[in-house]
């Protein structure tokens, strides 16, 4: 179980006893982290930078954690001791767990001090992929939904063309809201498009485009992931492209969808 700290954020001092005491201002420890941007479930280590080593006992990593119900006060919680050893440098793996950041600090022990020294917080920005799913468009044309599909045989949850619909194009808008720096998917025809069907998928973001599929046929599968500049807006056009074909029933159809699509944000 996780120790809550009761030591207030800025306890920093340590009590002095004859010639072994060490001073706050020398006994202060200093934290770091490998990374300050990661996605959740990365793996990063925060290192303690320990001055007076010769007279530290334990070293304490301490995570920050904040009201989650709004009736639970927020606190810093132990999440593991270590024994100094007359170390300088002492690592602390984590995993990176928490939505939109995580925030640390070690508070360190020493021989004849009643308090630990405490390091100011170390801040790390943790990115997640969020589903397209979980984004209501705000503009979208018919026949257009969300749902399972099968790319090249793979089941997907996804977003595409419906079954039911023959339009032989549709377009979907959606506002990450500038808190999403990537985007990815598997794009495809869905496997009920008929043989010799193609069709093409276009991305857009702020009403600019920035990225179109090759030809896609029935069969093809194609995983892409795509940088993106934060952006407010994001769009997505699937069109049907069988030569001869028409906006309407036709006997070749082609139905674009695109497997798991999501987005990597923070802040959100």
């Not at 006992?57 to 301490?62: D, H, R």
């Amino acid at each position: 179980m996780p120790v809550v700290v009761t030591a207030p954020a800025d306890a920093s001092t340590g009590a002095e006893s004859g010639t072994a005491a060490v001073s706050a201002s020398a006994a202060k420890p200093a934290l770091t982290a490998s990374a300050k941007d990661v996605e959740e479930g990365d793996r990063y280590t925060l290192t303690a930078t320990i001055k007076s080593a010769s007279t530290a006992t334990q070293a304490t990593l301490e995570k920050w954690r904040p009201s989650l119900y709004g009736w639970d006060a927020p606190a810093w919680v132990s999440v593991k001791t270590v024994n100094v050893a007359k170390r300088g440098k002492v690592p602390f793996k984590v995993v990176a767990t928490d939505e939109n950041a995580e925030r640390y600090r070690v508070a360190v022990t020493y021989k004849n001090t009643t308090k630990p020294a405490v390091s100011k917080p170390v801040a790390v920005t943790v990115w997640r992929w969020i589903p397209l799913s979980e984004y209501d468009p705000y503009y979208e044309t018919g026949g257009a939904v969300f749902g399972t599909t099968t790319i090249n045989g793979h089941a997907y949850s996804g977003w595409g063309a419906a079954s039911y619909s023959h339009t032989g194009a549709w377009e979907s808008r959606f506002t990450p809201g500038r808190h999403c720096k990537s985007f990815q998917a598997v794009l495809g025809l869905g496997d009920i498009s008929a043989d010799d069907s193609s069709g093409s998928i276009t991305l857009t973001a702020d009403d600019e485009p920035i990225y179109t599929s090759p030809a896609l046929t029935p069969g093809m599968s194609v995983p892409v992931t795509l940088d993106l500049a934060t952006p407010y807006r994001f769009g997505i056009q699937l069109f049907g492209t069988t030569p001869g074909g028409t906006t309407g029933r036709d006997e070749v159809e082609a139905w674009p969808v695109l497997g798991e699509p999501a987005f990597l944000c923070t802040g959100v």
